[in-house]
């Protein structure tokens, strides 16, 4: 349970960076590049250089490079979604998502089996997306403007975008957490390792290939980058290590992760950032919750 409360605490924190980086004038995607570069040092250093190194030709290693590939994108969608909808909306697009990888153990896992819980969990979910990402702040100024159409849609694709890549990337992350694929700590971090390689490198590549790319490393974007990078290890390190200590299946550690998150994430938003939902976000949330309380009871 330590590491499952250690993972929604340090995901609190990475959202609540994205939250913040516009005031203290974090340019955000040379951030996201800075971070990726120091979660890949950190990551490879902690592990063992040699370790991480021997485990190259894994199949784990060869699906972090795969899921490495959309990191910079999706990570740039999180924090853009963060800044123009809010902690709540973010938390829900993000952790919901897992109702696609759930999809494919309930086929492809046999220890996975179907219930009436995660069918109605996954019929919940879409709906509850939809419901928290609209009517937002800027959606309400919008309409008082008369423009509310492309804000709507706006506020339609970012959550969604979210949605599907994080599943994908939640897909990835538990497909290989077996211990036939890892079986210590230095394992997980190796295998954390090779996504934020490959994503430092593209985005690298893009500062150097594409001048309308070069970074503009001024003082709080380089450090926001560096914290950020120290949280995104920690956040996947622990969800890794739950999944590993845990007596759960893990359809049932993966709601306990997200019900927390989406909980915390909502909560610190109208806390410390004068978050105030709509009823149609209030709505979105409480469905969310009921279908992550109902993949609790499917295990």
């Known amino acids: 349970m330590i590491a499952l409360g250690l993972c929604i605490f340090v995901s609190t ?21 800075i971070n990726y570069m120091v979660a890949a040092a950190l990551s490879i250093a902690i592990a063992g250089p040699e370790h991480a190194l021997s485990r190259l030709g894994e199949p784990s290693s060869l699906a972090g490079a795969a899921m490495g590939v959309i990191f910079l994108y999706m990570f740039r969608k999180i924090g853009e979604c963060t800044q123009e909808l809010g902690l709540g909306v973010v938390a829900i697009a993000t952790k919901m998502s897992m109702v696609l990888p759930m999809l494919v153990f309930i086929a492809m ?19 509850a997306v939809w419901l ?13 403007n008369g423009t509310a159409t492309g804000v709507e849609m706006a506020s339609w694709t970012l959550p ?22 890892m079986s210590c700590d230095a394992d997980r971090l190796t295998f954390a390792s090779i996504p934020f390689t490959m994503a430092a490198i593209i985005g690298v590549t893009r500062w150097v290939s594409i001048p309308r790319c070069k970074p503009q490393l001024d003082r709080p974007t380089v450090l926001g980058g560096i914290i950020l990078g120290i949280i995104n290890v920690g956040s996947l390190f622990f969800l890794l290590s ?3 200590h845990m007596p759960l299946s893990r359809s049932a550690i993966v709601p306990m ?3 927390g998150v989406v909980l915390a994430t909502s909560l610190a938003g109208m806390a410390f950032f ?23 009871q499917s295990d």
């Open 257 to 259: 992760n997200n019900l």
């Open 13 to 33: 924190l990475m959202f609540s960076c994205f939250r913040l980086f516009p005031q203290m004038k974090v340019r955000l995607e040379d951030a996201i590049v």
């Open 274 to 296: 004068s978050e105030r939902p709509s009823r149609r976000n209030l709505l979105g949330w409480a469905l969310a919750t009921t279908a992550l309380v109902l993949l609790l």
């Open 109 to 127: 896992d046999p220890t996975d089996a179907y219930t009436w819980h995660k069918g109605a969990a996954i019929a919940l979910a879409f709906p």
């Open 160 to 181: 969604a975008i979210v949605f599907a890549g994080s599943g994908l990337i939640d897909l990835g992350f538990g497909w290989f957490s077996s211990p036939a694929h």
């Open 242 to 244: 739950a999944y590993e």
């Open 132 to 144: 928290a990402s609209t009517q937002s702040k800027k959606h309400q100024e919008a309409q008082k």
